[in-house]
């Protein structure tokens, strides 16, 4: 019995501890986007990141986009992606600052996402 009682501090300071880490390497992201009907010209940006490496579109329609990484320097696009699928990406991790772009090619109800992780 005195084993299990020097065991429950420990098991609850790794408890606190996992927490904390969890926290600590949470993945970011911005929605700058956010899920809404939108006109066919409707363009969005996020803002300028070193993190960024994924922009992500969804729709439960069928809305022609296309979404890409730029970069701060040349203002290129890079990992471009244009369709009309339900969950389409552009992925671009190596590089300069950079920030997600999408442009609606379409009418319809669509978010568009930026994440600092694949």
């Not at 300071?13 to 809404?36: D, K, N, Q, S």
């Not at 409707?42 to 070193?50: G, I, Q, Y």
């Not at 109800?109 to 694949?118: H, N």
Request: aromatic share 16%.
């Amino acid at each position: 019995m005195k084993s299990y009682r020097r065991f429950v501090p420990l098991a609850c300071l790794l408890a606190v501890a996992a927490v904390f880490a969890g926290i600590a390497l949470a993945a970011t992201y911005e929605r700058h986007l956010p899920a809404g009907f939108y006109p066919y010209w409707t363009a969005s940006s996020s803002s300028f990141s070193s993190s960024w490496v994924r922009e992500n579109s969804y729709t439960t329609q069928w809305v022609e986009r296309t979404v890409t990484l730029i970069d701060n320097v040349s203002y290129s696009w890079h990992g471009t992606t244009r369709g009309a699928a339900p969950e389409i990406n552009a992925r671009w991790s190596s590089g300069p600052v950079k920030k997600g772009y999408c442009k609606l090619h379409s009418s319809g109800t669509v978010a568009c996402t930026v994440f600092d992780y694949q």
